[in-house]
């Protein structure tokens, strides 16, 4: 069963404006973490913010924020005064307490326009 | 500098041939993973360790086959019965816990000659 979905494939920003990226996951397990990375052309994944299922706050790393919503199941990463830099695909995952493997969703490739 | 290799980065396989891609980690992580990516798609994971010598299926693992002897390392063989392997494969390690990410490599693109 699909557990985690990113329902936009394609988004587009204007540059130094913020974007949102949703993400909505599926678990009954109460302990998990959700993780946000980024992939740019290159292939590489750079490993950008981690939320737990416990944390009382949104977590944020510079101009990344996580908007986390526990009773909806959703946590969009938002990305403030967006940069060219910025333009690749972006994936969230899921990691279950109870397990020790990575779910991931389709993706979202994000394009800053000048 | 700690992290993880891939080699080769480049792979090509003629039919009927087995390949095997490599991926070295120097972070002391107990879990390592191996992901197929396809073109435009998301990361399907294949195969992952949790410790030396043990190694579980994951969604995709028809057609590949992995072995654990050290901790370092966890090599991926994309054997003759995988029909479509042309993908991109991203190994990553990590320790065994919910909060902890997962690094990743820089990938390996194999192609059929």
């Known amino acids: 069963a699909q557990k985690i979905t990113q329902t936009q494939p394609g988004m587009f920003v204007q540059e130094k404006e913020a974007v949102t990226l949703d993400c909505t996951y599926d678990?009954?397990?109460?302990?998990?973490?959700l993780f946000w990375y980024k992939q740019p052309s290159s292939g590489e994944m750079i490993f950008l913010i981690y939320q737990g299922s416990y944390d009382q706050q949104n977590a944020t790393e510079g101009r990344y924020s996580l908007n986390f919503q526990k009773a909806r199941k959703s946590a969009n990463l938002v990305i403030s005064a967006s940069q060219l830099g910025d333009s690749a695909m972006y994936f969230c995952?899921?990691?279950?307490?109870?397990?020790?493997?990575?779910?991931f969703g389709a993706g979202t490739r994000l394009t800053v326009k000048p | 500098d700690g992290g993880i290799t891939q080699s080769p980065k480049y792979l090509f396989r003629k039919e009927g041939q087995n390949v095997t891609l490599s991926c070295e980690q120097n972070?002391?992580?107990?879990?390592m993973y191996w992901y197929r990516q396809d073109p435009g798609q998301g990361l399907r994971l294949i195969y992952y360790s949790q410790i030396v010598n043990d190694f579980q299926k994951g969604d995709i693992a028809e057609g590949y086959s992995v072995s654990r002897e050290k901790k370092e390392s966890f090599p991926l063989t994309v054997t003759s019965a995988q029909k479509n392997p042309t993908a991109f494969y991203l190994c990553?390690?990590?320790?065994?816990?919910?909060?902890?990410?997962?690094?990743f490599g820089d990938g390996t693109r194999l192609s059929i000659l």
């Open positions: 678990t009954s397990d109460p302990s998990y973490g």
């Open positions: 990553a390690s990590s320790m065994r816990a919910a909060n902890q990410p997962q690094h």
């Open positions: 995952a899921m990691r279950e307490g109870g397990n020790n493997d990575m779910r």
């Open positions: 972070l002391n992580h107990d879990a």
